[in-house]
């Protein structure tokens, strides 16, 4: 017995070893070999890992705090202009401090520059399969669960949101006396209706997304404030839930963001008298090609479990000459639907219509020049296969994920002068880690 301790020991010590071994010699090679050397022999530079070989480009120097400040009067309450300014502090520490490097470079080189990476990832879940966990967890320690029809997804357990409701609440009211107009969106969860909730409930797994969602639209509807709930629409055409979202992931499919675009163009025409082409939401006037999801995080969880999962890619077979904007890496795209939405470094996944998740995104359609209205839509990753369609319909549109964007919304919104906001956020997200900040309109 002590023997086999000894030699598990000596194992488990190894593979440590290896662990740090392997952090020392990408921390050396790439800030010295590399960065200062300039070594570009083929073989040092397969066994690196840099911004440059992982295909991702670089972010830009952008603080939004200092960028959007906050405005002299705010037109929320003390308790919002705090929360905004500390906020912004945080940004700033986090952006510039020499502790945030050091934790970003320790966070970067023992994960996406850990030369096994891949390898334990895949060993990982491998090893969840032999205990019967199945993916337990998430990165956030959450829960992970199949559902009945198959799908994947994460706990949500029940939460007050009298927060939200408040925060949304106030907003509201300050947009009403800028004259601008304004709705909310509750996307669906990947959990069909509240019956099949309970079924997943009596299973021992907390998923309260529907729940929330009913007691959150109520109070808008207390208050007489705008909500499109795509639950609704969704039993309205009979839209099956296992169709309109991925299978090993809890995002829409772009054949379901297209439906949703369509209903939410529909709310904004209505509010802004006017008539958008509705030809753009029908998938009859696009070309579907298909392809297999092969890199990331995602193709490590289909690695374990079918070895792939098809993804559609919808071309329009209209014309189509869109300027996007990605302001956190100042990159500027230009042409197309195809050349603009497809050119993204996470192909293919669901992100690939909308570069993955960003503080800030334009659009700017050149082919539409008169009468159309400033959209500004507050969204987060459920949004990746909505907005792109919307843009193909609406002439300006800005994007922001309050998740990530550390300025005053009340201050961008004050310098942009949108006609209509529209927040637009999934059921899934009233519990999910990090989404408390989609519903801090500061």
Not at 212 to 229: Q, S, W
Not at 300 to 313: A, H, N, S
Not at 398 to 425: A, C, H
Request: charged residues 25%.
């Amino acid at each position: 017995m002590k023997e086999k301790i000894r030699i598990s020991t000596v194992i488990m010590l190894g593979i440590i070893f290896i662990g740090f071994a392997s952090v020392a010699y990408q921390l050396l090679a790439k800030n010295i070999g590399y960065d200062l050397l300039g070594i570009q022999n083929e073989w040092f530079l397969k066994s690196i890992k840099t911004d440059d070989n992982l295909g991702e480009p670089v972010a830009a120097d952008r603080n939004w705090a200092q960028e959007y400040p906050l405005p002299e009067t705010a037109g929320y309450t003390q308790r919002k202009v705090e929360s905004t300014r500390k906020k912004a502090q945080t940004a700033q520490i986090y952006n510039f401090s020499v502790l945030d490097k050091i934790y970003t470079m320790l966070e970067k080189y023992t994960s996406d520059y850990f030369t096994f990476n891949t390898i334990c990832e895949r060993v990982s879940k491998q090893f969840d399969i032999l205990l019967g966990t199945r993916l337990n967890t998430d990165a956030y320690g959450v829960n992970q669960l199949f559902l009945p029809n198959g799908h994947m997804t994460y706990e949500r357990p029940y939460r007050s949101l009298d927060d939200e409701i408040e925060n949304i609440r106030s907003f509201s009211s300050w947009l009403s006396d800028e004259k601008i107009k304004y709705f909310h969106v509750i996307i669906p969860a990947p959990v069909g209706n509240q019956e099949d909730e309970l079924n997943v409930q009596r299973a021992g797994y907390q998923v309260y997304s529907n729940q929330m969602a009913d007691e959150f639209k109520e109070a808008l509807e207390l208050y007489h404030i705008d909500c499109v709930d795509i639950r609704d629409y969704m039993i309205e055409d009979n839209k099956s839930y296992t169709d309109s979202f991925f299978r090993y992931e809890h995002h829409m499919v772009p054949s379901a963001g297209i439906w949703v675009a369509g209903i939410v163009s529909d709310h904004i025409d209505e509010r802004m008298e006017q008539v958008s082409d509705s030809r753009i939401f029908d998938i009859s006037n696009y070309s579907v090609t298909e392809a297999v999801k092969k890199d990331g995080l995602m193709n490590d969880k289909l690695f374990v479990y079918e070895g792939k999962e098809e993804i559609e890619f919808l071309h329009p077979d209209f014309l189509t000459d869109i300027d996007k904007y990605i302001a956190d890496y100042d990159i500027h795209l230009s042409g197309s639907f195809d050349d603009v939405m497809y050119a993204d470094w996470y192909y293919p996944s669901y992100s690939t219509w909308n570069h993955s998740i960003d503080a800030i995104k334009t659009y700017r359609n050149n082919l539409i020049t008169t009468g159309e209205p400033k959209i500004l839509l507050l969204t987060e990753s459920y949004s990746d296969v909505i907005s792109p369609f919307l843009a193909c319909a609406y002439a300006n549109i800005d994007e922001i994920d309050l998740r990530l964007f550390s300025g005053s919304l009340q201050t961008y919104i004050e310098q942009t002068k949108p006609d209509i906001v529209i927040s637009m956020y999934s059921a899934y997200d009233f519990n999910s880690a990090g989404a408390e900040t989609l519903y801090e309109f500061e």
